[in-house]
């Protein structure tokens, strides 16, 4: 009973985020949720934590699903590219000092289909920030 699952969200924004000591903040970064942090009404917080790491933190307005279904879309590769298809074109002239998902099934799809090198948030968070202790 007293066991708490937390999304990677959650739990960046609520236990890694508030302890700090400084930021060395990035200029531009590309975010895309996942759908399970959609689910969650995470929005926030994924915000929260961009915003804490870089002074613009970009959250496609078409970044809705990947595509990637768990292993689906490395077996249909038809589906990454409809699902990302609008998104691939909202960004492709924009520059990014980074671009961050919040799953690794989704950084392997989106890295695959979008103009940039997807890695997971929590490396944005470990590059821009000094945790106490």
Known sequence: RKLKVLDIAEWLHDDVLPKPEGVSKKESVVIHPTCACRELELED????????????AYIPLS???????????????EDTASALHDEARELKDRKADGAYPFAKS??????????YQ????????????????
């Open 45 to 56: 917080k994924i915000l929260a934590i961009g915003t804490t790491c870089a002074n613009e």
């Open 63 to 77: 970044a809705t699903c990947c595509g990637a279904g768990g292993d689906r879309g490395f077996l249909h590769p």
């Open 106 to 115: 989704c950084e392997l799809v989106l890295s695959d289909r979008l103009p």
């Open 118 to 133: 997807y890695e997971s948030i929590v490396y944005l968070v470990e590059e821009t920030t000094k945790s106490k202790g």
